[in-house]
Structures are given as C-alpha cells and as structure tokens.
C-alpha cells in the first residue's frame, strides 16, 4: 500500500505545533517557508496525533488556478493509538478518510458514526468536526483538498443525508487514491490537470457509491443477492439456469428484474465484474494473460481477448502496455 511514495514520517506520542512545523519542513517541497506556514494552520487547531504519521505536502509554488482545478493541500496515513483526534472548524478545505484497519469515531453535523474497516467519510472542514480513535487503534488515511468547483459536488453527496461511504479496500477508491499519490510525489507533464481530475475521479466515485447505495435500497432483495453473489464468486463457472436455480426464480423473470433495475443482464453483470478484475491484475501484476483470463473467470483464452476487446476496445496486451508505459492512469 502506497508504494514508491516518499512519505516524511514522525513517530511521536503527541505530535505538537512544534512538531508539525519540524515535519514541514522535512518535506520537499520546492517552498519549505510555505509549506511550515501550512502546517502552521494545521496546527491552529485542536489535535492530538498518538503514534505514527507518514505525511505528503504539495509544492507551494505549484501554479494552480484554484477557481477552475481542484487541488492537494495534505494528506497523511496515521496509525494512531487511543489518544489520538481532532476537534476543528472554520477550516479551509474538503477531507476525504478511509480506514484500512482499527476503528474511528465522527461526530459532524449532529450525527455521530463508527468508522471500520473499509469505511470512509467525506466533510467540508468548515463546518465543525470531531473524531478520534474508537477504542484502542485507528489505522487510516486522511486527503485535504479544495477548490471552488468543489462545492456544489460536495453539496450533491452531503444530500444523501449520510457522509460515510464504503469499499473494499483494495476497490476503487484505493486505487484512485494511489494514482493521486503517484503524480503528487513523482514529476509529472501538466501535473496540476492530473491531479485535479484524479480528485475529480475520487469525488465522482463516492458520488456513484452514493448513489448505488441509494438505488440497492430500492432492488428487490433477490436482485441484490444475486450481485453479492455475481461479485464474490466471479472467478467460478456461472451460467444463467445456475443463477436462476440460486435465486429460486426462473431465467426469464431474473434477465427481465435485472434490466428493470441494474439495466443490463446477469452475464452481462458477470462479465463487467470479471473484466474490471481482469484490468486490475494487468497494471498491478505480471501475470500471463492467460492466467489472468483463467482466475477472472474466463475459461477460454480467445472469449477473454474477444470480450475484452469488445467492452474495453483494447485487446488485453495492449490495455497493459498503455497502462505500465504510464502507470499514473487508470
């Protein structure tokens, strides 16, 4: 997780004003003298930070058109003990946590979660905000970031009534998260525009998980079971008699309820879920084809190059080299 990032660490049992500046300006940012005032106004606020931090600044000198481009401000991955939390408000910036291990506690907008293990939130920092370890140990990352196009996006997912997403933590938004990490940290050609449509991606995303979350709520339960199921065993021979005789429901009225509510069919949800698998392990593994093709599902070579061609409109060999000769995308 979060390889090839050069993070500044600090382990502390409180990390202080003092110490917020000293990890500052550990940073290489091409402007030291900003990136302290920074973490200065970081600082500002209430926080106790119990255990270890591994933080990422952004150049100060970075030109960013901040009405028109989303933009970094901070982000750092804590695995912090019970002491650890933050009470602020009135703070400049969107923030985007995700847990990967422990448990955190949120209290914002006279609502108060528990944050587990593949549970995240998105806030707008300029309204008050508490959370903290829940119980001994909270293992997560924190994104700050900001920009005036922000706003309306953060309104349209604050509108669910609920600020707390879910994913696996190896999904997507791990993903795009790290694609952010890898042009914050490394040279990049228009880094600026890569970054903001990266966040742009990120916000998107939760959106969409948003509005699924909001859509299953309305999917007849048998619908719901069968994509759990779809999404927890794509690698296995499924047929459609098979998911019928799973469902207890005959073929017909399952292929007619899943266009009714997910507008596609059951293979046709198969085969998405296998291929979004396959894509995965072609950019982060360096198995064969072949063998990708076989633990996605696909039990004939020739399907996998055909299917994958037809949905992604790349053959297989080729979506890889795109991606390895720039690993930045997705």
Known sequence: MFERIHFIEHNSSTLNQYNMHKLAASSDSGNPDA???????????????????????????????????????????????PSYYTIRSNYQSYEIVFTYSGEGYLEYEGQTYIISSGCGFFIDCRKPHFYKTNADFWEHSVLHFDGSIARDLYKEYESYGDVTFHDNLDGSFQSYLEVLLNIWDHFQIYKELQMSNTISDIITYLLLLKGMEQKSRNVPET????????????????????????????????????????????????????????????????????????????????????????????????????????????
């Open 35 to 81: 990136t302290i005032e920074r973490a200065k106004e970081q600082a500002g606020y209430k926080f106790a930070i119990d255990g270890r931090v591994r933080a990422l600044f952004p150049s100060m000198n970075m030109n960013i058109d901040k009405d028109h481009y989303y933009y970094p401000q901070l982000f750092c991955w804590f695995e912090c003990g």
């Open 223 to 330: 619908i719901n079971y069968i994509t759990k199921y779809i999404q927890h065993n794509f690698a296995t021979p499924i047929t459609l008699n098979f998911l019928a005789s799973f469902a207890n429901v005959s073929k017909y009225y399952l292929t007619r309820e899943f266009k009714k509510y997910l507008g596609t069919s059951p293979i046709q949800y198969l085969i998405s879920i296998r291929l979004i698998n396959a894509k995965f392990m072609l950019i982060h593994t360096q198995l064969p084809v072949a063998v990708i093709a076989e633990q996605t599902g696909f039990t004939d070579i020739n399907n996998f190059n055909r299917l994958f061609l037809k949905n992604i409109g790349v053959r297989p060999m080729e979506f890889r080299k795109q991606h390895r000769d720039n690993p930045n995308t997705i």
